[in-house]
């Protein structure tokens, strides 16, 4: 049996959006078009993530301030290729095929 990734997927959209979390190891998220999905980042450290199907405006990521990261201005946000990458103290997460000037501080729950 081939192997093409180590990622391992563990969340999947479905239904009216969903609220997806990974494990500490690399995961990715399939977001649901037109659902209201939102992207948890909740563990010490959560790893190098990847989300796919990212929607503007609709979908969000949430982020537990006990990682350290309080407010948008804890994110570094930069485009690598055609995916924007969020940098945060206890990991990262590639959001593909997303431009970097679209992520603003309306795209994020910091609870
Ligand atoms: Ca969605
Ligand atoms: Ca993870």
Redesign the pocket.
Known sequence: MATTSSRAV?ARAGGDGARMS??????TFFGEAGAEDVFV?D?IP????LIRGFENGADRIEIATYTGVESFEDVAVTQDGHSTVLSFAE?TVEIANFDSARINASDFFFV
Do not use: E, R
């Open positions: 563990k990974g494990g500490a190891d690399d995961d980042f563990l959560f790893g190098s993530d990991g």
